[in-house]
């Protein structure tokens, strides 16, 4: 005969397995039953905070209750994927970034979720290279209008040229690390809190480089403020045509992008991953959401599969560059 104890013990572990399976029970047809909440990891005036807003904006013209945008931020979105990845209700979801997904567990101890297992991949919405910028009244780098310019300076001073950045581990972070070990010059990291301080720095000529993105770093570039050497795309951004990529500035092998994207949690049913990839396919198609997702980035949709296998190649791609750099996990 059970005891008093036993079943009411029975009935505990019960009763949380229910729980855990209740987002289980949501079906396409009636999802979403309450507001839906889009989390964004990091400030508002970001990249992927802007693509929230806009997928969100596009979201509630198709859904029949509210999409609200609410920013998570530190630790480099950690504390936003976190979040997400713990939420059990079913209408709690993630916009991404390439960091998010493919570094943070990489580089910090207490990133409390691993991306694959913890959240499943919907789809990526945009793409984007990164600028290499310099200050063009910085007398450090005076005289240096191209790539090679640069690389020759930092070889004539090892490792007196210095590179901002949104701090260690972060894309700005791996990704100029990638290249100096490319092309076999050393300068010094100078890690800030958040891209905004980086670019601040090189701003006011506290740093020589910084990896910048086209949002950021085009409008400074069209100011005059700062001077675009290369891009870091297969092909030239649209809004500089007579900057070169890496590749054409003589580092064939060099390549980096970063990408925004939406991510749920794991216990997200399947045909709620399939109405919401649906979903971010009629965003990426409307007139109203494709203008300002274009500045952005390039619009770049993959499935649900596809997107999880990128963000699975990225990861491995993340890992190699922080164990050749030497990077400390923090």
Not at 268 to 295: D, F, H, N, W
Request: net charge positive; charged share 15%; with cysteine.
């Amino acid at each position: 005969m059970q005891s008093p104890v036993s079943g009411g013990r029975r009935g505990v572990i019960l009763g949380a397995a229910a729980l855990l399976a209740a987002p289980r029970t949501l079906r396409a047809d009636t999802w979403p039953s309450r507001p839906v909440k889009l989390v964004v990891g990091y400030p508002a005036g970001g990249s992927t905070d802007i693509c929230a807003r806009i997928i969100a904006e596009d979201f509630r013209t198709r859904l029949p209750q509210p999409v609200l945008v609410e920013n998570r931020t530190g630790a480099n979105g950690s504390l936003g994927a976190a979040f997400v990845a713990a939420a059990t209700d079913g209408h709690t979801l993630l916009m991404s970034n390439t960091s998010t997904m493919t570094v943070n567990h990489l580089m910090y101890r207490d990133a409390r979720y691993v991306p694959l297992r913890d959240l499943i991949p919907v789809a990526s919405i945009t793409i984007s290279p990164f600028i290499l910028c310099i200050n063009a009244k910085n007398p450090r780098t005076q005289g240096v209008r191209t790539l090679q310019d640069l690389v020759a300076l930092a070889k004539r001073q090892p490792g007196k040229l210095t590179y901002g950045s949104a701090g260690v581990g972060n894309l700005q972070h791996l990704n100029t690390e990638l290249f100096l070990r490319q092309a076999g010059i050393e300068m010094l990291h100078v890690p800030y809190r958040g891209s905004s301080v980086a670019t601040n720095a090189l701003v006011a000529g506290d740093v020589d480089l910084v990896m910048e993105t086209p949002t950021t770093g085009g409008p400074l570039v069209a100011a005059g403020t700062f001077a675009a050497l290369a891009s870091t795309g297969e092909t030239r951004w649209r809004e500089l045509p007579d900057v070169p990529t890496v590749k054409q500035s003589g580092f064939p092998d060099f390549s980096a992008v970063f990408w925004n994207g939406l991510v749920v949690p794991a216990s997200t049913p399947a045909e709620i991953v399939t109405r919401l990839y649906g979903l971010m396919k009629q965003a990426a198609e409307s007139p109203a959401a494709r203008t300002p997702l274009l500045a952005q980035g390039e619009i770049f949709v993959l499935d649900p599969a596809q997107f999880r296998a990128r963000i699975a190649e990225d990861i491995e791609r993340n890992a190699a560059i922080i164990k050749a750099a030497g990077i400390e996990m923090q």
